[in-house]
């Protein structure tokens, strides 16, 4: 995001971000499924038909970001300053680590020490997806790797 828009983790820009997600998902043959808001930049997971498929839904999941974010700003003007990179998940490890990156993603950065139970109130949980996944990777393909489990 360019500076102007400001830190994207707060309750507001969560909500209409939240929204933005919520009413993309479907269009363009993609959904988001999980999702993080970093300060200055979103992690998303999302399934999508196709590569064309995605950059298209991505182009408009892009334009309701900004519309929602300079709306709550009061502001006009460009909101992204850079185009999304997409990896493509091709097995439950992949997925696993992808996961664990979204949802963990905050805690790596936060200057203090962060509590293992803490789950980042900005983050969709595994539990809690924005979307139901479609596909077995996202349903529970992921699982056979999945990093919360108690060792022993």
Known sequence: M???????????????IKQALHDASGHFGMQVV??????????LV?????????????????????V?????????GTVFADRYFARVLESPR???HALRYVFENYRHHARGAVAWSWRDPYASSAQVPLRQPAVWLLRVGWKI????KPEG
Do not use: I, Y
């Open 68 to 76: 929602a974010l300079n709306r709550l700003a009061k502001r006009r």
């Open 145 to 148: 790797h999945d990093w919360r």
């Open 94 to 96: 992949a997925v696993a």
């Open 46 to 66: 999302v399934e999508a038909e196709s590569a064309r498929e995605l950059s298209r839904a991505m182009k408009g999941l892009a334009v309701r970001v900004a």
């Open 2 to 16: 360019v500076p102007a828009v400001g830190n994207l983790r707060t309750s507001a820009r969560l909500a209409v």
């Open 34 to 43: 999980h999702f993080s808001l970093q300060a200055n930049h979103l992690h």
